[in-house]
């Protein structure tokens, strides 16, 4: 079984630059979960989606970060324009239906914003 | 109130030891408690997890202890070997909203 897809692995803009990052997640898992992870600390959510609708976005910047998830399978996160704050491993995670079913994580996108 | 503290941030074990990571939280409302390793590299995967209505879960080499009264929770790592240096991470979540809220981190680095 193919795990969750997430591109670009690596990217690097200036602050005011726009970027997204593409997620698929696992085949058939209902639920999608961005996270930011900056370094030395926990994952922090984002966005969670239960198909193509969105669960909880509390912790979106909403003033700069977006997301979407189209037909419910894969998502993009845009964020526009960067802060230098935003650099960080932007990861996506999937699970099946239930908290239970685990969330599977991506290899993530290394963002730095100079 | 959603905050789960981890400690120690770094740890350093010889082969064969047992390594022993702890945090704490403070919400009561929290009912399901993952640890994730992550390689450098790599998006976190989930090790073991447990829910308070137990004390102790064991997989293989990797034990987590649980202290509902205390509100603190360990991971005990048997046997350690260098392939199991990594970050580990603690979290928890309650089954309402079944967000995760991860601790900071462990580095953990296992010497021959």
């Known amino acids: 079984e193919a795990g969750v897809a997430q591109s670009p692995r690596y990217k690097i803009i200036e602050k005011r630059q726009s970027v997204a990052f593409w997620c698929n997640p696992i085949?058939?898992?209902?639920?999608l979960y961005w996270y930011q992870q900056i370094l030395g600390q926990g994952p922090k959510l984002l966005i969670q989606?239960?198909?193509?609708?969105?669960?909880?976005d509390s912790q979106l910047p909403k003033d700069r970060f977006s997301a979407e998830r189209l037909k419910g399978v894969d998502s993009t996160l845009k964020i526009q324009p960067a802060k230098l704050e935003d650099s960080a491993v932007y990861l996506c995670?999937?699970?099946?239906?239930?908290?239970?079913?685990?969330?599977?994580f991506g290899p993530g996108t290394r963002l730095l914003v100079l | 109130q959603q905050q789960v503290k981890q400690s120690p941030q770094s740890l350093i074990v010889q082969k064969g030891g047992i390594p022993i990571i702890n945090c704490a939280y403070e919400n009561t409302a929290f009912d399901y408690f993952p640890w994730y390793q992550q390689f450098p590299g790599k998006g976190p995967a989930l090790l073991i997890a447990i829910r308070p209505d137990v004390s102790e879960k064991k997989e293989g080499r990797f034990t987590i202890s649980f202290n509902k009264s205390a509100k603190q929770f360990s991971l005990h790592i048997m046997d350690s070997q260098p392939g199991d240096s990594a970050t580990y991470f603690c979290?928890?979540?309650?089954?309402?909203?079944?967000?995760?809220?991860f601790g900071t981190g462990t580095r953990l680095t296992i010497i021959p």
């Open positions: 085949s058939g898992h209902a639920t």
């Open positions: 979290a928890a979540s309650t089954r309402r909203d079944e967000k995760l809220t």
């Open positions: 995670a999937s699970s099946h239906l239930r908290l239970e079913e685990t969330q599977y």
């Open positions: 989606f239960q198909n193509n609708g969105v669960v909880d």
